[in-house]
């Protein structure tokens, strides 16, 4: 995994492609100048989407891979839950009861 944190996307942010096709397809149908424009704004979406996807964890990793670290994790969490429930059973103090 790489240390680069991906760039968090900033809360309310539209991600969305269709927005744009809708204005592009809106400017043809009126037959507008302005579609050249809305297509430089969709080429620009498009390349930050490919950024975004360059920068995620674990891009770089093949989905065997990827198989191995989720099944390395999955057993990370059962051996800790085991744990847990192997030390609630070991209590030594008296927890009062709720009335």
């Known amino acids: 995994m790489s240390g680069v944190q991906p760039k968090i996307e900033k809360e309310g942010e539209d991600s969305s492609l269709l927005p744009l096709v809708h204005d592009i397809i809106k400017c043809m149908d009126k037959d507008s100048q302005d579609v050249h424009q809305e297509l ?3 080429r620009t979406k498009i390349q930050e989407a490919r950024e975004q996807i360059s ?4 891009i770089d990793s093949s989905p065997p891979e990827q198989q191995q670290q989720l099944a ?3 057993e990370q969490v059962r051996t800790k839950n085991q744990l847990l429930q192997k030390y609630k059973g070991l209590c030594m103090f008296e927890v009062p009861k709720a009335s």
Do not use: E
């Open 40 to 42: 430089a704004k969709l």
């Open 55 to 58: 920068n995620m964890p674990g």
């Open 72 to 74: 390395t994790l999955r």
